[in-house]
């Protein structure tokens, strides 16, 4: 196979079913190219497509397997699990962080009642806004120590960047709320270091 | 002494020095009511340590000191193979900051207590050493870095981020607590738990609340143990029950206002280690309210004063209900809805084709995306209102329940407890209450609430307007009237 099968292979694995569309997001492929390689992979036996309302791409149990066994090849050959490992840990420190200023995004004590944020008052929003700019900072290290240790994870500095940068700009439901936000990409990123590191849930 | 106060009645205050939760200790002791021996060291000393990076001048002296009054009190000794004390540190500031700071237990178990305890009872022993953190060998240093932690965890990035949302200033620092140990896990008349002295979900006047047999607290936060219903105490522990409800009522008489107490009992004898206002919202706020003026510990103006506006839109959220309520959990995403029971995102996408879809697993991932937007609710079994699947659902404006600690997912079925629910029925979730019931319930939304009615009625008659309003105008109404007087 050739590396980017397994790039988007691994996309199924850590984003579970998507379209074409997403998995070209998160790999950095373009479209038609992981059109062609999905193709192939369902030769194969290892992706499918399910047609229907929620159309999509995803893993076979073949598919899951051979994942799990050549990312570990990819992460062995190239020597990388210390500093993945350690890196996780790190990520594992920012992780509650991230999810209580999702929380905060979306929700607010009012008198003691959690109540949905209803972004009237732009003074928080953009307190929150800040605290994720914060945050972001932050990780760039992890960032940096996981494309250094794997280039592959290069693409999740890129991804989360790039959905903080829509949000700063106006589109705030790039903050938690759709796929493509800051959460959903810090999500799969958490799922990716749990795969490669074969860490189960 | 400068940096330390005892927990003993006479210790007075104010809670910008002690924290919340010493103070709360104190006014239990005021009450006669059992709390472990221990000290307080103060906010003054931690906001020392973080701008010198070390102890302050004498606190070292003080803790020794401290530890020597502690360990005389009990009659044990700290670190020492006979009769070994072991205590607890955890922070306590004077605002509340939930989960954000450490607690750290069970410190002077050195490998010399730790044959001390096994010589008294080894499966105690076992349980106590299989829990232990890594630490030094020497109980004064177990208890100096520990100290230390909790100071920092002040700072820790994710309390600082907390304090700048909810505008908490970072100077307070947090005042610490370091008591003797008791043990839930001492045998099998031990256990903790939690308690409040009236419902937190409808106020009505019966104590609520979780506890945990044979173990300690931090094993319901692990998730590592499931927690039974309170009234469980009730036949298993009598006197712990009897203590129990009669502290509460003590409490309660206190504060003038529902209680919120964590406890452990260890071999029959309770000991209360919290106690804190219950803070109720939405109708569990106004019953608590009414029935208080009812019985006279409040007046009606203090009732009117103590419901907000806001609690009134809560009573009025759609809520479920149902006479078949199986499982709760955390409400992490309001309302209320209908569906089949699948256990994958494959099965929850299949049976959406056919109709709403309730999505239950142990916790969500990514995978479960397609799932989450084909089900029309979720239920987990791990995580709080901050977990993958809760910020998943409100976006997608899903009600959620999360943190079903009893919830089991297998691949046809799950369980709540003892109850086997198949793939494929049909069940109700509440995402504000954290209900879930089988079958399919009512959604309703309370229009007739008589404690509403009443506490409205005093509201006009404060404000001496009758005429048809909005709810919330009446009170606002009331409140400006009060707040003038």
Redesign the interface.
Known sequence: MSKDDLLVLHALR????SSVARVAEATGLAEADVESELIDLGIDGLVTY?S???G?W?LTAAGKVADADRINDELESAGARPAVAAAFERFL??N??L??????W??R????????NDHHDAAYDA??L??FA??DR?VAPVHTELSTALHRFGRYETRLTGALARAAAGES?YL????G?Y??VW??L??DLLATLGTP? | MRWIRPLSGDTDEPVEILGAKAQGLLVLRRLGLPVPSGFVITTDACREFLRAGRFPEGLADELVGAMAWLAAGTGRRFGGARDPLLVSVRSGASVSMPGMMDTILNLGLTSEAAAGFAAEDSRFAADLLSSAAELPDDANAQLTSAVETVFESWNS??AR??R???DIPHDLGTAVIVQAMVFGNRDEHSGTGVAFSRDPDTGENVPYGDVLFGHQGEDVVSGRTATHPLCELASREPTVWTGLVSALATVESHYRDACYVEFTFQSGELWLLQVRPG?F??GAAVRVAVELADAEVITREEALLRV????LS?VRTPHMTSADVIARGIGAG?GVTVGRIATT??AA?RL??DGPVILVR??T??????GL??ATGIITARGG????A???A??MGKPAVVGVAELVVDSGSVRFGAQVIEAGSVVTIDGTSGEVARGAARATTNSTDAHLHRLLAWADDVTGDHSDREESRRLIAAQAALRLR
Not at chain 1, 99 to 104: E, G, R, S, V
């Open positions: 850590c984003g579970g079913w399910d229907g309302a929620f999509a995803g420190v920012l509650p962080e999810l209580d200023l999702c929380t905060a979306q929700l004590a009012v008198d003691g009642v959690m109540t949905v307190r929150v800040d605290r914060d945050l932050r439901d938690a709320d759709r796929i936000s959460h959903a999500a799969e958490h799922e849930r | 990035s994710r981020t907390y700048e949302l909810n803070r919202v939405g907000s506006p806001q609690h809560q309001p995102t494959e996408v959406s084709a142990p916790e991932s990514p995978h479960d995306m397609r937007a084909a209102p901050a977990s993958h809760a910020v998943v409100r976006s």
